[in-house]
């Protein structure tokens, strides 16, 4: 039962760590929106995934739109993660934040 624990943290966890990277990337990119455009705002996000090596999600894969006058920026992606033999474990990853989301 451990081993099987510890298989499925081991697998998962990295995952799971890129997952927050990309949410922190996304929570200082939309604090810092104001006045941007939407190829501003991806050119932003590219710069931290760059310095976080963020390889799961690229600029191009945000949804970045308003809503009540707030830039909201959101991703959602799912992740097979393979566990033993023929058995998978699939995620599936969202997050979205707004300037409003960080106290401003």
């Known amino acids: ?23 922190h990337a996304i929570r200082a990119v939309a604090a810092d929106s104001s006045g941007k455009t939407v190829a501003e705002i991806r050119l932003a996000y590219g710069k931290y995934a ?3 090596h963020i390889k ?3 600029p191009t894969d945000l949804d970045i739109f308003k809503e009540d006058g707030q830039v ?5 992606y799912e992740r097979k993660i393979p566990l033993v033999a023929n058995v ?13 989301d960080s106290g401003q």
């Open 1 to 23: 039962m451990i081993a099987l624990v510890a298989i499925l943290v081991i697998r998962v966890l990295p995952d799971v760590i890129d997952y927050y990277k990309i949410r």
């Open 72 to 76: 909201i920026v959101a991703f959602a």
């Open 50 to 52: 760059e310095v976080e």
């Open 88 to 100: 998978s474990l699939l995620i599936d990853f969202s997050s979205s934040a707004s300037a409003r």
């Open 56 to 58: 799961t999600l690229g």
